[in-house]
């Protein structure tokens, strides 16, 4: 789990740099792009649902 997150945080932090690099001057704050590139990753790939997870039926 730690690893995901921080693969994920990651991924985060690379967008918001591209992001920031992109952007016209004045640049915004790190926020802005932290939001905008946290944003775009979760509507890329919606966090699972995390609930009981179903076991296959013995035999």
């Keep these: 789990m730690e690893q995901e997150q921080t693969s994920l945080e990651e991924q985060i932090r690379t967008r ?31 966090p699972v649902e995390s609930g009981p997870v179903a076991q296959a039926p013995l035999k």
């Design 16 to 46: 918001a740099y591209y992001l920031w690099e992109r952007a016209p001057e004045p640049k915004g704050t790190p926020d802005e792009y932290w939001e905008e590139a946290r944003a775009a990753i979760e509507k890329e790939a919606p």
